[in-house]
């Protein structure tokens, strides 16, 4: 049911005249073609949007067939700055790639740089990006509704010390699937499944009514976050979700992720302790002021608790440090509560990755299609029963296609080196 509602989402989003309303934005990334193998460069590339704001220096060598990352650095980027102005925001990024560049003796060059910025963009061009809303924690004035390469390089011209090449935007989700696209070349599909959610896949040009040309393909990012924010999902969301809702920096926005990401499980799942509690049912009816403080049980405890032999041990570690007193019984219940809340996680991305992958079986004409997923993300890659649930689920929704998974290998950096290396060759064989 959930995939039948988020196939017809995904034509909505697709339409010309109907996107404007879409909940799920279906955007256009202007990738045209995944990688073939021959790219190489030398490229800068910076990531915002995950766990960390990471500046990388990478290299693409064409003769090993591999990529081979230089080096990065990370910046913290501390909390009031996520909800300041966007102007400190970006000057703090011009300023960490400033001094990276001075660490790698890179200053006197103007390299291409690739800019993983994971959050909903309408893309008018490679280089041209307007930030449609702020997700997870951030909150910056001043940029939603405005060009993301524009404030990069305005940023770079206040500081005057240094200066970088063509620019390519790009979703983590197509850095993702770009980055595995090179290992294997049936990489369609990117997904993540971390602090947000979101997936992308190569959509036939003549579906993208919102961009000229029919032939060949384009990456489409789905933006599956937004998924329910016209109430489609209103049926199957609990009061847990509501609260984890109105107590969100972004209200009514990003339904779908709310019920998904590694920066609301944690918090759902302290909120059914939290009524268990009240209803008598654990803790014999004593609770803790740790229990009752939003945000102090952490998606990571979810992975602990569930770990195969020691998550019973684990759980009631967390318990006493959350001020709790606990029988067996009571580890027991917690660890029944973070399997289910982690579990209809993973099938509700398996419904929305099922949607995809049987979209691109039909839009071939095939009866059975093979086809590779690059995924990334805290929760799918931490989570000790994440990936098998989800990959049960999906062959369960989508018989007709097998597909096989590969982990990114730092999809955020090396695939926004990927896709200004793929631009730069296409653009080089347009003139050939
Ligand atoms: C953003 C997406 C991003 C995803 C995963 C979501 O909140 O809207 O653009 O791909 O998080 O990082």
């Given at each position: 049911e959930v995939s039948a509602r988020l196939k017809r989402d995904f034509s909505r989003g697709l339409g010309k005249?109907?996107?404007?309303?879409?909940?799920?934005?279906?955007?256009?990334?202007?990738?045209?073609?995944?990688?073939?193998?021959t790219e190489k460069g030398d490229f800068l590339a910076l990531d915002l949007g995950g766990t960390n704001f990471r500046v990388l220096h990478v290299r693409v060598v064409e003769e090993q067939q591999k990529v081979l990352k230089m080096d990065s650095q990370i910046c913290a980027i501390p909390q009031d700055m996520m909800l300041g102005t966007g102007e400190q925001l970006f000057d703090h990024i011009a300023a960490c790639l400033s001094d990276f560049l001075v660490s790698q003796d890179l200053k006197g060059q103007t390299l291409p740089l690739g800019f993983t910025f994971s959050?909903?963009?309408?893309?008018?061009?490679?280089?041209?990006?307007?930030l449609i809303r702020w997700t997870k924690g951030f909150n910056c004035s001043g940029v939603e509704g405005k060009d993301v390469v524009k404030l990069l390089k305005e940023a770079i011209h206040r500081r005057g010390d240094y200066d970088i090449g063509s620019v390519a935007m790009v979703n983590d989700t197509v850095g993702t699937m770009m980055s595995c696209g090179y290992r294997d070349q049936s990489c369609e599909i990117g997904m993540i499944i971390g602090t947000g959610t979101?997936?992308?896949?190569?959509?036939?040009?003549?579906?993208?009514?919102?961009?000229?040309?029919?032939?060949?393909?384009?990456?489409?990012?789905t933006e599956w976050g937004g998924f329910g924010d016209d109430g489609s999902l209103?049926?199957?969301?609990?009061?847990?979700?509501?609260v984890v809702d109105k107590m969100s920096i972004n209200t009514g926005v990003h339904t779908f992720e709310k019920m998904i990401s590694g920066m609301y499980l944690g918090e759902i799942v302290r909120l059914v302790l939290v009524k268990l509690t009240e209803d008598k049912l654990l803790f014999k009816g004593q609770s803790s002021e740790a229990l009752k403080t939003p945000g102090r049980f952490e998606t990571k405890f979810i992975s602990e608790i569930e770990e195969q032999d020691n998550g019973l041990e684990n759980a009631q570690n967390i318990l006493t440090k959350l001020g709790l007193k606990w029988e067996l019984v009571d580890s027991r219940v917690v660890r029944l509560v973070c399997d289910t809340i982690s579990s209809r996680s993973a099938r509700l991305c398996a419904a929305a990755l099922a949607t995809i992958a049987n979209r691109i079986r039909v839009n071939r004409g095939l009866d059975h299609l093979k086809t590779t997923v690059g995924v990334d993300g805290t929760v799918y890659r931490k989570h000790p029963n994440f990936s098998d649930e989800l990959k049960a689920t999906v062959r369960l929704l989508a018989p007709e296609c097998d597909i096989t998974f590969l982990v990114s290998e730092d999809g955020s950096g090396k695939g926004a080196a990927m896709v200004t290396a793929v631009a730069q060759r296409l653009a080089l064989q347009g003139h050939l």
């Open positions: 005249h109907s996107h404007h309303k879409a909940p799920v934005k279906m955007l256009p990334t202007f990738v045209r073609a995944t990688p073939d193998g959050f909903p963009c309408e893309q008018k061009e490679i280089d041209k990006s307007i979101n997936a992308c896949y190569m959509e036939e040009m003549k579906n993208v009514k919102r961009v000229e040309g029919e032939d060949g393909r384009m990456c489409i990012n209103k049926d199957i969301q609990t009061e847990f979700d509501r």
